[in-house]
């Protein structure tokens, strides 16, 4: 998970300039949308249009378009994944989203359909220490990471959430049900749409991780 701008500045005031910063006893996933869905070739793109896009370091991106235009024939090598990169895409041009969403803005929560953000209580269950998944007890380990223990299960769609071509792209993490601050974001493995008639989408034990590099 990338650390949003709010906690990473609450934690290393905290931890290092003595400042108070209360860990939260719940924390909810929210899910983010893309308009145009996965990059498509010899698209014809629009102003403001955003899009998934599978970088060359094998994660998702989001990407805006900041001039319209068709892509390119192949996307081959033409989006490495840099923070904020530019990308001319054919007859397009595309900036990487990481500043603005680790600032939480350029957010696009989908809604409506019975959609609320999915809760866990922050608690030794709930999430692994650093030893492995599954642990239950302080962390000892070496890897700087933690998994969810439990499923974590949203509400079962009764309308759409995405409407062709939006993709839901990215699972955000905050620090309350609606609004509140942003903690971290994680990219699908494979973005998809979200309809009515689906199942309740959840985010099965040990899929989602929070690490702190060491």
Known sequence: MNLSNYLANGLLDHWLRNTPWTAPGTVYFALLKCTKGRRSSSYSYSLNDTIAVKANDNIYHLYKCTNGGT?????????????????????ATFVEQSSNLKANTSMNEVSGGSYARASLACSLNNFSGTQGLGSTVASSGTSGTTYNNVVITFPVPTADW??????????????????????????LVSPKGIINGDPAQTIQAGSWSFQIDQ
Do not use: F, H, M, R
């Open 162 to 187: 995405t409407t062709s071509p939006e993709t839901v792209w990215c699972v955000a993490l905050y620090d309350a049900s609606t609004s509140g601050n942003l903690l971290g974001l994680q990219p």
């Open 71 to 91: 892509s390119a024939s192949s996307q081959g090598t033409l989006y490495p994944g840099a923070k904020d990169e530019v990308i001319t895409d054919g007859g």
